[in-house]
Nanobody, 125 residues
């Protein structure tokens, strides 16, 4: 059975940093797009960053230049380094994997078929 487990969330002051990690088990995902999404209260889940099997990345405009997604294809883990955090970054962050795609990028939440349980990130002023 596949499990994705996020860690690293917490409370941080504006301007601070956090590093999220997503550990997987049950199978390997070295070929598949891996991503981070977030969902703030009352808002839709949005793509934060995604990385394909070759390490090519995509970032939403709201986090570009501040967040960095990285992955370890051997361990099938994915990380999100978040710097210069802002109060508007407050949300539950989810890692996700599209195991049905081996090449290219996946940008739409509905196309990701494995999800973690989420980790809360709260940025205070």
């Amino acid at each position: 059975q596949v499990h994705l487990v996020e860690s690293g969330g917490g409370l941080v002051q504006a301007g601070g940093s956090l590093r999220l990690s997503c550990a997987t088990s049950g199978r390997t995902f070295s070929l598949n797009p891996m991503a981070w999404f977030r969902q703030a209260p009352g808002k839709e889940r949005e793509l934060v960053a995604t990385s394909n099997r070759d390490g090519i990345t995509y970032y939403s405009d709201s986090v570009k230049g501040r967040f960095t997604i990285s992955r370890d294809n051997v361990k099938s883990t994915v990380h999100l380094q978040m710097n210069s955090l802002k109060p508007e970054d407050t949300a539950v962050y989810y890692c996700a994997i599209d195991s049905r795609t081996n090449y290219g990028m996946t940008y739409v939440a509905s196309e990701y078929n494995y999800w973690g349980q989420g980790t809360q990130v709260t940025v205070s002023t």
